[in-house]
């Protein structure tokens, strides 16, 4: 069983940069599809980055803002963003899959969430 816990949200200013962390235990995360979700305020989760192991899957990001990056030795997952505009507000999490490696399908395990608050 995979754990995920995100860390790295807070209060920043508008035009600051932030990189969130994502910790994994139990499991290793080599050879898993890695995600990252927003859920901004009264709206719908939505994937901003997924780094997918399928060979027929495309990763991709929302925006040249977010840059996702992995340490599968550390077990780490990394999200950075450039350039927070108050639009950025809201939850974020990691999620992983082992079984489907698209960037489709949702992930098999989430994490709990890390609260991204940007002031103008």
């Known amino acids: 069983q995979l754990r995920l816990a995100e860390s790295g949200g807070g209060l920043v200013q508008q035009g600051e940069s932030l990189t969130l962390s994502c910790a994994a235990s139990?499991?290793?995360?080599?050879?898993?599809?890695i995600r990252w979700f927003r859920q901004a305020p009264g709206k719908e989760r939505e994937g901003i980055a997924c780094?997918?192991?399928?060979?027929?899957s495309t990763s991709y990001r929302m925006s040249s803002r977010f840059t996702m990056s992995r340490n599968d030795g550390d077990n780490m997952i990394y999200l950075q963003i450039t350039t927070l505009n108050p639009e950025d507000t809201g939850v974020y999490y990691c999620?992983?899959?082992?079984?489907?490696?698209?960037?489709?399908?949702?992930?098999?395990?989430w994490g709990q969430g890390t609260q991204v608050t940007v002031s103008s």
């Open positions: 139990g499991r290793s995360i080599r050879h898993s599809t």
């Open positions: 780094e997918s192991v399928s060979a027929g």
């Open positions: 999620g992983a899959s082992f079984r489907h490696g698209d960037c489709a399908s949702p992930p098999e395990f």
